[in-house]
Nanobody
Framework: QVRLVESGGGLVQAGGSLRLSCADS??????????MGWFRQAPGKEREFVAS????????AYADSVKGRFTSSRDNTKNTVYLQMSSLKPEETALYYC???????????????WGQGTQVTVSS
């Protein structure tokens, strides 16, 4: 079973940086089949895709709104994926979720596995 635990959220000023982590504490044999994703949901808004990365090749994808500012990475030895966020904006205040799915994270039904979320608050 996949168990995703996010950390690294917090309060940061506009223009600042944060690094989120997502640790998979579940079974390991299928990890390399997984695509890992980051999503966020602001109050009163729908959850939106932010970034993704696959375990096997480290290929990343990003929402247009974060390209050039956010970077996803993974550390296979620590079973952890990261989202480095820079030049943060107040409108990016949201609950950030880690997700995983063997078939990708952007399908119509959404990823199979989700973490509990970590709050990111960007002050102006």
């Amino acid at each position: 079973q996949v168990r995703l635990v996010e950390s690294g959220g917090g309060l940061v000023q506009a223009g600042g940086s944060l690094r989120l982590s997502c640790a998979d504490s579940g079974r390991t044999f299928s990890r390399f089949l997984m695509v890992m994703g980051w999503f966020r949901q602001a109050p009163g808004k729908e959850r939106e895709f932010v970034a993704s990365i696959n375990w096997s090749g480290g290929v990343s994808a990003y929402a247009d709104s974060v390209k050039g500012r956010f970077t996803s990475s993974r550390d296979n030895t620590k079973n952890t994926v990261y989202l480095q966020m820079s030049s943060l904006k107040p409108e990016e205040t949201a609950l950030y979720y880690c997700a995983a799915d063997e078939n990708g994270v952007r399908g119509p039904q959404g990823p199979d596995y989700w973490g509990q979320g970590t709050q990111v608050t960007v002050s102006s």
